[in-house]
T-cell receptor, first 113, second 109 residues
Framework: DTAVSQTPKYLVTQMGNDKSIKCEQN?????MYWYKQDSKKFLKIMFS???????INETVPNRFSPKSPDKAHLNLHINSLELGDSAVYFC????????????FGAGTRLSVL | KNEVEQSPQNLTAQEGEFITINCSYS?????LHWLQQHPGGGIVSLFM???GKKKHGRLIATINIQEKHSSLHITASHPRDSAVYIC???????????FGKGTLLTVNP
């Protein structure tokens, strides 16, 4: 049973489209995260939710909207996709918001053409 | 300047060699993390430490809080250790993870 699962694994789409990436964790954790890994493999936090409440929002364009229907799910919706959005997006979770060990999903490789 | 600096950026070793990857940070932190990213892309947390030393199998992580420095050591390296090793810290009121740029380790048989 995968602890943190993301879908889809690969996403190829045209500029201007809207797409969503889903993330689910079955670890019973309270806190979930979205990270972006750029072409130089540098990881950066985008959002974090703790028990459905947004706690970190790192100056990400408004085209990116996270949604957490419950504490086990954190989805990422992206409107009007741009070439620069091409990256690998990782979901992660941790027991709580106190900076403990994080468990990562396998990543979603987004390619915007 | 990135708040987390890793060295070296790239490291090639022969199987069996002792490996050291260094990490320096410039701010106060609550904990230091070492992560491994496999060639296939998956990310795994190896260690989280706020003082001293931790060991797991052939991997050892140390931290010197006063010098704001951490090291990851791999003893008796093996080709399956080939991966990117990423240093990161949690700090600030929201405990967000701030990452280094990673060290690409290649262990040749």
């Amino acid at each position: 049973d995968t602890a943190v699962s993301q879908t889809p694994k690969y996403l190829v789409t045209q500029m201007g489209n809207d797409k969503s990436i889903k993330c689910e964790q079955n670890l019973g954790h309270d806190t979930m995260y979205w990270y972006k890994q750029d072409s130089k493999k540098f990881l950066k936090i985008m959002f974090s939710y703790n028990n459905k409440e947004l706690i970190i929002n790192e100056t990400v364009p408004n085209r990116f909207s996270p949604k957490s229907p419950d504490k086990a799910h954190l989805n990422l919706h992206i409107n009007s996709l741009e070439l620069g959005d091409s990256a690998v997006y990782f979901c992660a979770s941790s027991q709580d918001r106190g900076g403990g060990i994080q468990y990562f999903g396998a990543g979603t490789r987004l390619s915007v053409l | 300047k990135n708040e987390v600096e890793q060295s070296p950026q790239n490291l090639t070793a022969q199987e069996g060699e002792f490996i050291t990857i260094n990490c320096s940070y410039s701010v106060g932190i609550s904990a230091l993390h070492w992560l491994q990213q496999h060639p296939g892309g998956g990310i795994v947390s190896l260690f989280m430490l706020s003082s001293g030393k931790k060991k797991h199998g052939r991997l050892i992580a140390t931290i010197n809080i006063q010098e704001k420095h951490s090291s990851l050591h791999i003893t008796a390296s093996h080709p399956r250790d080939s991966a990117v090793y990423i240093c990161a810290f949690t700090g600030g009121s929201n405990y967000k993870l701030t990452f280094g740029k990673g060290t690409l380790l290649t262990v040749n048989p």
